[in-house]
């Protein structure tokens, strides 16, 4: 089995910065895509970021050229580096893992989930 915990939420006005970390432990080893997905209040969860085994990464389009995600492999952390966030950018984010390719923002092939870290933006 294994566990995944965000920390690194809080609270910013807009244009500034937040980093977010994912640590997995229990059985990481067939681990091939991560993923951070975020979910504003009344809306569906979606899909921000993907980081696969081969290092490729995808981004959502309402976040290129702002957000980073990159992981450290020795310590099995996930990051995702938030920079010129917007008040839109406020939900709850989720780091996500799965056995199989990263799936193009299907939720049900994601195998473990974070209980999410709060990221709230103000004006």
């Known amino acids: 089995q294994t566990q995944l915990v965000e920390s690194g939420g809080g609270s910013v006005q807009a244009g500034g910065s937040l980093k977010l970390s994912c640590t997995a432990s229990?059985?990481?080893?067939?681990?091939?895509?991560r993923a951070w997905f975020r979910q504003a209040p009344g809306k569906e969860r979606e899909e921000v970021a993907t980081l696969d085994g081969d290092g490729a990464t995808t981004y959502g389009d309402s976040v290129k050229g702002r957000f980073t995600i990159s992981k450290d492999n020795a310590r099995n952390i996930l990051y995702l580096q938030m920079n010129s966030l917007k008040p839109e950018d406020t939900g709850t984010y989720y780091c996500?893992?799965?056995?199989?390719?990263?799936?193009?923002?299907?939720?049900?092939?994601?195998?473990?989930w974070g209980k999410g870290t709060l990221v709230t933006i103000s004006l």
């Open positions: 229990g059985y990481t080893y067939s681990i091939y895509c």
């Open positions: 996500a893992a799965s056995h199989k390719y990263c799936s193009g923002g299907d939720l049900d092939e994601y195998n473990y």
